[in-house]
């Protein structure tokens, strides 16, 4: 397929590399790399990342939390996510805006559609934080509403496998990766892409999304190239 925009989905945890917990600048760093090397070669890229390592508003409801006030707390985690992979993103020589789902002025812009279009046509790497903006959505919710807003070609969900597996092939060596699959297939096989949200919304606006290994070196870059790298999921 080929790429003109897309919409590059990480999660917080991503970010923790070998530490664990918050921000590895390594991690960091490797992948500001690879996202500057994709854009560098022409293709539009947007960017929504979760907050998953800095706090998540279910792990907080599940501990007696407000489910809202939970909510919003993951929401300013994606904030400082974003921040942090712009300043990584702009070391490496590339013009990055952060628009957010959250009014957070003067740290960033709020998203808007045509915003966001425009500075995609201008050349700038655009990061869209505080996911929808609203509390109950995930951050994967929030990816699928600014893939279609934007009108990206696909979602790239980038992971810590090389796609969707028959069983978690972490805990089951015999597990076996599909290519490709129909969102129908993948929702009558149970298996967890996204939650239901954002699944429906892919689905319902012919929105393709490619699960893929974002840690591994070079991954992105051969998927942009038109390489079968991951596993594809179309109506």
Do not use: H, W
């Not at 002025?105 to 915003?115: A, H």
């Not at 869209?128 to 893939?147: E, V």
């Amino acid at each position: 397929m080929k790429l003109r925009r897309v919409l590059l989905k990480l999660s917080g945890e991503s970010l923790e590399g070998s530490q664990g917990y918050g921000i590895d600048p390594v991690r960091l760093n490797d992948y500001a790399a690879e996202i500057v090397s994709v854009v560098k070669a022409g293709v539009e890229v947007a960017i929504v990342i979760g907050g998953g390592n800095i706090f998540r508003g279910l792990a907080g409801t599940g501990k007696g939390m407000d489910r809202v006030q939970g909510d919003y707390m993951g929401m300013l985690a994606t904030v400082i996510n974003s921040l942090a992979l712009q300043a990584a993103i702009e070391m490496a020589g590339l013009k990055v805006k952060v628009l957010s789902g959250l009014s957070i002025d003067p740290v960033c812009e709020s998203m808007s559609r045509r915003k966001a279009i425009d500075y995609l046509e201008q050349g700038y790497l655009v990061i869209i934080a505080g996911g929808t903006g609203n509390p109950y959505f995930t951050t994967d919710s929030a990816a699928a509403l600014r893939a279609i807003e934007i009108k990206a070609d696909v979602i790239l969900k980038g992971t810590r496998v090389d796609g969707i597996y028959t069983a978690d092939p972490e805990k089951d060596p015999a597990a076996v990766r599909y290519e490709k699959l129909t969102f129908e297939e993948a929702y009558s096989k149970g298996l967890k892409i996204m939650d239901l949200t954002a699944f429906t919304l892919c689905r319902e606006n012919n929105l393709p999304v490619v699960v893929f290994n974002m840690n591994e070196k070079g991954g992105l870059q051969r998927l942009i190239k038109g390489e079968m790298v991951g596993t594809l999921v179309t109506n």
